[in-house]
């Protein structure tokens, strides 16, 4: 049993281990890589947790340090004994230098005889005293164990049965239709049965074999039962339901362990993240916005199984909403570079899944009474955990003397070792080594484009703004020789290329007037992500409150919090204060819940209060789990 306890907590350690280390690295990917990818690497985290599968102790870290606990404990003891021993001895030399008589001698051999049988007994006292503890943290984790799975078991039947009870099947030709264009669209050939119901306030998707969506009563628009139908039959194609629940075994067999817990708060958040990736991606990039606006719709209707690992709801709680609307409107399709950053890091996880390792059982340490160490002989060869990649911390456009360069850095050691390099001085007389791509390289000897890196990097690490972080390693990832005459053309190409950084880096250059008309059409095409990386930069207030206007008259939330958050500080908080009434009164839940993160806590504790004494639930409720944390 103890081994069994040992193999499980080493399993919990290790798991928590590698939870701990993506969570570390979650901002740098959380907006880089794809939402798929970051869904089922939690897979890995999982499987760390459910099996035991492992490296040589020696080279695991759980491994590692579970034989140097054990290695201490035998040594305590061995001390331990040898003390007892030498007093032992002691005695009985002070006895043996003392002339004694026949009867003495018959006296201390029997005493010689009870005292090992006493530490016989002691040792059998000890041994069932241990097995009878190990026996029951056993069974204590077996009961509880169990008693959590039965409960998940028995809640997900009893809902089920409730839904069975209440389920009205839809026979419109129509719908069935639509539904069948859908399962073609996503190449499903499983007939599947659709039902509505008053339990719920949301369509989900229920049933593991027998897989049915149930619609809550009311009335859906074409377009919005496409976008449901399309959320739920990626759900079923991709079996989350079986990834669910496996996550709620992890953490009914760990449940003692806090980390589990996080575990599928964030399984939960990224399925639902990723599955909206792939209905972007059957539908294309100008559909987007109609189903986010369908999320949004969502807002206004109260669920009642939020968090549930039993189903898979088309919508959540606000917060989650919101978090998926942003990645809607951000998504694009990601490039070489990131795949091939995706692969590499994903290649460091399955790495960091063995290293890390579990405590294996087969593999016992022991101290000899001679204090001596008999272990398994050590390899001379080390893991090397060195990997190749390009460590981006921050990628960023730039328009110097006529070159727009792209730069990225830092760049770790083994990769400076196969890329072309540059050491130049820059205007303080500091010296630093520029690294080039393949694509680059040819500008490392020319006069004039080392002579914009260098006014670029100087100029960068003496700002003072916090977008940039410290720039140590530079890496060009290209140059664009762009005239100051042929900026407008090279604007214009970069935007229908949709290179964002290009794009980003030439148009503060561009005349103010050009960049009013980038503006318009940025809006009117709802080209987000490059509205985005323009606004910010070089939009005068002026502009910011008129385009403001516009997107609240056009529905343009995307478009509003972009510029919300492009506005000074004051004038911000007065068009927040100004707005927010009318959301309120008009029960935009959306539009007020963007608005929020504008307010001081002590105006949010007044909207708070308001809701509570209007009795406005639902506002109630969007304010309480956007902000409530931090009140």
């Known amino acids: 049993m103890s081994e069994f306890i040992k193999v499980l907590l080493s399993l919990s350690f290790s798991g928590s281990l590698l939870l701990l280390f993506l969570l570390l690295f979650k901002p740098l990917y959380k907006h880089t890589f794809s939402k798929t990818w970051q869904y ?164 989900i998707m229920i049933g593991f074999f027998y897989p049915k969506i149930m619609l809550s009563f009311g009335e859906y628009k074409k377009e919005e039962l496409f976008y449901i139908f399309l959320h739920e039959l990626i759900h079923y194609k991709r079996r989350d339901m079986f990834y669910k629940w496996l996550i709620q075994l992890v953490i009914c067999i760990h449940w003692f362990n806090p980390f589990v817990y996080l575990l599928g708060k964030e399984v939960n958040k990224a399925c639902e993240l990723s599955c909206d990736e792939a209905v972007i991606c059957l539908l294309g990039e100008k559909e987007k916005e109609a189903y ?43 490039t070489n570079i990131i795949k091939g950053m995706t692969g590499i890091f994903t290649m460091i996880i399955c790495i960091c899944f063995s290293t890390i390792g579990v405590y294996a059982s087969g593999n016992k340490v022991v101290v000899s009474e001679n204090r001596k160490e008999a272990t398994p002989k050590k390899e001379k060869n080390k893991v090397n955990t060195e990997y190749d990649e390009i460590t981006v911390y921050k990628r960023e456009g730039f328009f110097c003397n006529s070159y727009v360069i792209e730069m990225a850095w830092n760049i770790n050691k083994k990769d400076r070792k196969n890329t072309a390099k540059e050491t130049v001085t820059l205007e303080d007389k500091s010296e630093m080594t520029v690294y080039f791509s393949k694509e680059a390289k040819e500008y490392k000897k020319d006069k004039e484009a080392l002579l914009a890196i260098k006014e670029t990097i100087y100029n960068i690490k003496n700002t003072s703004f916090e977008q940039f972080p410290p720039i140590e390693i530079p890496y060009i990832c290209r140059i664009d020789y762009v005239p100051l005459k042929q900026r407008e053309d090279a604007a214009r190409n970069y935007y229908k290329e949709e290179d964002i950084i290009g794009f980003s880096a030439i148009f503060s250059s561009l005349d103010l007037e050009e960049r009013k008309n980038y503006y318009k059409k940025m809006y009117e095409q ?46 911000r908080k007065k068009c927040v204060k100004k707005e927010i009434e009318k959301f309120y009164e008009t029960d935009d839940y959306a539009w007020f819940s963007v608005c929020l993160d504008s307010l001081s806590n002590q105006e949010i504790k007044t909207w708070l209060h308001r809701a509570k004494k209007d009795k406005n639930e639902a506002m109630y409720q969007i304010i309480s789990d956007e902000k409530g944390g931090s009140l």
């Open 292 to 334: 986010g606006n369908v999320l949004v719709e969502a807002l206004k209707k109260e669920n009642v199984y939020k968090n549930s690992s039993a189903f898979l709801p088309f919508t959540e709680d606000v917060k989650q909403i919101k978090e998926r609307l942003g990645a809607i409107m951000e998504y694009k399709k990601k």
């Open 526 to 571: 709802d080209r987000i992500d490059f509205f985005l990386c323009s606004v910010k930069e070089d939009m005068d207030k002026d502009s910011i409150l008129t385009y403001v206007k516009k997107s609240i008259k056009d529905d343009k939330i995307d478009i509003f919090s972009i510029l919300i958050d492009a506005l000074p500080s004051k004038e």
């Open 40 to 203: 089922y690497i939690y897979l890995i985290v999982a499987l760390r947790f459910l099996l035991p599968i492992t490296l040589h102790n020696e080279i695991t870290i759980t491994g590692y340090i579970t034989e140097k606990i054990q290695v201490i404990k035998n040594k305590h003891t061995i001390m331990k004994n040898q003390k007892n021993t030498g007093k032992e001895i002691q005695e009985n030399n002070l006895k043996i230098n003392k002339p004694k008589k026949n009867s003495e001698k018959k006296i201390a051999s029997k005493t010689g005889i009870q005292q090992k049988e006493n530490k016989q007994k002691n040792d059998i006292i000890h041994k069932i005293n241990t097995i009878s503890y190990d026996v029951f943290l056993f069974f204590l984790w077996l009961v509880i164990a169990v008693i959590l799975f039965l409960r998940k078991v028995v809640l997900y039947q009893q809902f089920i049965h409730q839904l069975q009870k209440e389920r009205t099947p839809i026979l419109e030709l129509e719908i069935l239709n639509l539904f069948a264009d859908c399962e073609e669209k996503v190449k499903i050939k499983k007939v599947m049965e659709i039902y509505q119901t008053s339990f719920l306030s949301s369509p």
